[in-house]
């Protein structure tokens, strides 16, 4: 008895294709995503920098570069350059010592979730590194 020959598509064959393009672009999506912050507004460093009284009790994040860190007692210091409006603004933020835990590293990128209190100095609840 002979074989007739197949004239439809191979089902398989179609299955593990759908399924290799689903693979690359979750790969492809998550290795392009932006870094994601927190769901806060983002702080205004010029305004702040005119009165830094303005922004007493507000909770914004902040994200940028680490570009210096100093240790007093048991908190932290930190400076962050945050790039606004083509400019390079530079934002303190001190870090508490239940954050002091985590090791920040001079030149990489993070968002602090921050709150500034009644002197007006900004101070980091979370943190996330990006």
């Known amino acids: 008895m002979a074989r007739r020959a ?10 593990v294709g759908v399924i290799i393009i689903l693979i690359l672009g979750g790969g492809y999506w998550f290795l392009n995503r932006e870094p994601e912050g927190f769901k806060a507004e983002t702080v205004n460093v010029g305004h702040y920098m005119e009165n830094q009284n303005a922004l007493v009790g507000n909770e914004v994040q902040a994200s940028g570069t680490l570009i210096d860190r100093l240790n007093e007692g048991n908190n932290q210091m930190i400076t962050l350059k945050i790039e606004e409006q083509g400019k390079s603004r530079f934002l303190p933020i001190l870090i508490p010592s239940d954050l002091k835990k ?18 007006g100095l900004a101070v980091a609840y979370d943190v996330k590194a990006l």
């Not at 001079?106 to 009644?118: H, K």
């Open 102 to 119: 985590i090791n920040f590293n001079l030149q990489q990128d993070y968002s602090f979730l921050i709150r500034f209190n009644s002197d």
């Open 6 to 15: 197949s004239s439809g598509v191979n089902s398989q064959a179609l299955l």
